[in-house]
């Protein structure tokens, strides 16, 4: 068998950032182009070591960074999961001489090991892996797993054992590395057990003496920890799960509670994890906002609460865990001991995980006293059963939380008026006054942005897939500020850091005034790609380019930035230059740009600087017309305003 990566035609067409035809052509028109090692005659692989150099002979891609080099061999050695988990299990053993048909793969994860860590190398890896297409979803940021390990722990002693009895990443069991020392985990993905095992123990939190076991399938129809009780239970179980074996598991001693409705797979999850909580343990679990109010689960939350099961839930915002687009709840639970039944449910909501030590301090509070914690208007309420245990049980934290009160709303209200007024006065200056092109005025020529990079009137730069962390920790040591997506879109100044150690020029790009920033993802809307495209001004000057970023540096002897930009915000020709159905990246080498001399060019951008000026200034009308509008309506219907007499 071969002991080198293979690529396909199309492999070998993303990493030169061209078309499948341009590689066709290349093997006609080049007699050096690497012959075919594998494959069929309808589709050819090649020898990845063989094709990298080829490629980089002609000067068609640059020197990759040693990790991203690995993760193309990964892609291209094909199990990407099973592959991972190889490089996994040997960079555990650290076995020295590896054998087999991937033993080339394992030597360049080994050697690069050597010189970075392999903890480093493996993370590096593996968030590679839950970014691209093979990966199983997204993984849960660190700031909600610290917050999930934080709460389970309050007023507890360390916990020596966790299960996460549907883990996909096995992120949340990542949050006890440091203090449990057995860590039991279940993925129904087979291949995803070894790799999630491989992705704990290398954590470099994770002592030698961590027993970590992660199993193979469905844990509630095949549990692969029978009657073992853990003092900590967390997860992120499936939602909306109509086939979680109803029918097969009508009898089944875990439902304590009440046998969940077919429709309530949730609460199936719920006292699966009760059942193997020790007496007194703890469950913290993300469920969906739809289980705490649904009427088809009104009996068992009723049961939950009577019961002294159910101690707190707790809102969360949009993007805190995967599914990203909903705002989760936390249910906090623990299993009932006997001692003494509890009179109280917590009630709060969480504005940011990283930020939410006020909501860590009333759990604290609570499980102290719990009658005697002073609420918090939208913050967090201790509401006495009895008021829960109604015809609907709604467990909604908005709904048991009260509202809060802005007692400024009237000054914000005067400050608001007043910006936006003045904003309102200098909007009819900023339009731009563009007249109508002359009849019969001759079309220009227009070059791709390939060409003119092999002129060298501009360099096209690329940051690295992803940072070391994400952008969901923030870094120890001295930090560099990093431009991301999501600063670009919301049109701010560079939000995020990056460390040092991390800031190299190969994988992320110093940014320059007069740089043009655009994304690699055109989104789910065109006009989310004119809003992102960027000239870097004295705010991103020395930051680094951010993931899935382009920069775009244009000689401005020959080529006028903001006239470079203005032809790149057209969505149009983002959608020409897209490949992908579900997720679609822009290959901006394929942009056409017009041939126009500088003269012109500099008229060109002229006015679209003035053109970007103007809709910046009107979104930020809009913006504030909106908010001026809510604290117009709040004063009024609470009072804190009056109609003019």
């Known amino acids: 068998m071969p002991t080198s990566p293979q690529v396909t035609a199309a492999e070998i067409a993303r990493i ?29 692989t090649f020898a990845l070591s063989q094709v990298e150099s080829w490629l980089r002979a002609q000067g068609k891609i640059a020197e990759v960074a040693p990790e991203e080099h690995l993760w193309r061999m990964v892609a291209a050695s094909g199990d990407i999961p099973e592959r991972l988990a190889d490089l ?38 593996y968030a590679r892996f839950a970014e691209s297409a093979a990966g199983p979803g997204g993984v849960t940021p660190a700031a909600t797993v610290a917050l999930i390990a934080e709460l389970a ?168 865990a995967p599914p990203f687009g909903v705002a989760l709840h936390l249910w906090i639970l623990e299993r009932p001991s006997g001692t003494l039944m509890p009179s109280h449910v917590l009630f709060a909501a969480i504005e940011d995980p990283a930020r939410a030590d006020e909501t860590v301090a009333a759990w604290r509070e609570f499980g102290t006293d719990p009658g005697g914690l002073a609420e918090v208007p939208g913050r967090h309420r201790a509401v006495p059963l009895i008021e829960l245990l109604d015809d609907n049980v709604d467990l909604t934290p908005a709904h048991n939380l009260p509202e809060r009160a802005d007692l400024n709303v009237a000054e914000r209200v005067h400050d608001t008026r007043e910006r936006l007024l003045a904003l309102l006065t200098r909007l009819p200056g900023l339009v731009p006054a563009v007249p109508a092109a002359e009849p019969g005025a001759p079309t220009w020529r227009s070059v791709a942005l390939a060409d003119l990079a092999r002129t060298g009137a501009v360099t096209l730069y690329r940051s690295a ?24 879109a919301a049109a701010v100044p560079p939000s995020a850091r990056l460390s040092v150690a991390e800031a190299d020029e190969a994988q992320h790009p110093r940014i320059r005034a007069g740089d043009v920033i655009v994304p690699t993802l055109l989104g789910s809307g065109e006009s989310g790609w004119a809003g992102a495209v960027r000239v870097a001004g ?13 920069l775009l540096r244009p000689d401005p002897a020959t080529l006028d930035p903001w006239f470079l ?19 679609v990246r822009v290959d901006v080498r394929r942009i056409e740009i017009p041939l126009l001399p500088p003269a012109r060019q500099r008229a060109y951008g002229e006015t679209f600087r003035a053109l970007r000026a103007f809709v910046t200034d009107l979104r930020g009308a809009a913006a504030l017309g909106e908010d001026l509008g809510r604290g117009l309506l709040e004063g009024l219907t609470a009072g804190l305003l009056r109609p003019p007499e």
């Open 153 to 320: 722990g309050v007023g507890r002693e360390s916990a020596t054992s966790v299960l996460n009895p549907a883990t996909t990443h096995g992120d949340l069991l990542l949050g006890f590395v440091r203090s449990a020392r057995t860590l039991r985990g279940q993925t129904e993905a087979p291949a995803l057990a070894r790799l999630v095992r491989a992705r704990i123990a290398l954590h470099p939190d994770a002592g030698a003496d961590v027993d970590i076991a992660i199993a193979e399938g469905d844990a509630l129809r095949a549990d692969a920890w029978p009657g073992e009780p853990y003092d900590t239970v967390v997860g992120n179980p499936p939602f909306n799960d109509r086939n979680w074996g109803h029918d097969e598991l009508a009898y089944d001693p875990r439902w304590e509670y009440g046998l969940p409705p077919r429709t309530e797979s949730e609460l199936a999850w719920v006292q699966h994890a009760l059942a193997h909580t020790a007496a007194g343990g703890r469950v913290v679990l993300l469920m969906p906002p739809a289980v705490a109010a649904r009427g088809s689960g009104r009996r068992i939350r009723a049961e939950l609460l009577r019961r002294g099961a159910l101690r707190a839930v707790i809102a969360l915002p949009a993007g805190a």
């Open 538 to 550: 004295p705010a991103e000057q020395d930051a680094v380019l951010g993931p899935n970023l382009h």
């Open 16 to 44: 030169a950032g061209v078309g499948r035809a341009a590689v066709s052509n290349w093997r006609r028109r080049f007699d050096d182009f690497p012959r075919p090692v594998g494959g069929s005659d309808a589709s050819p």
């Open 465 to 488: 897939s992803r940072s070391g962390r994400g952008g969901q920790e923030t870094p120890t040591g001295p930090t560099v500020p990093m431009l991301t997506t999501t600063d670009l």
């Open 88 to 125: 996994g299990d040997h960079l555990l053993a650290g076995s020295p001489a590896p054998a087999g048909p991937h033993a080339a793969l394992l030597r360049a994860a080994s050697d690069l090991a050597d010189t970075r860590g392999a903890p480093a190398v493996f993370a590096d890896l």
């Open 565 to 583: 930009a203005g032809f790149l915000t057209d969505p149009a020709h983002a959608k020409r230059a897209g490949y992908g159905s579900s997720i």
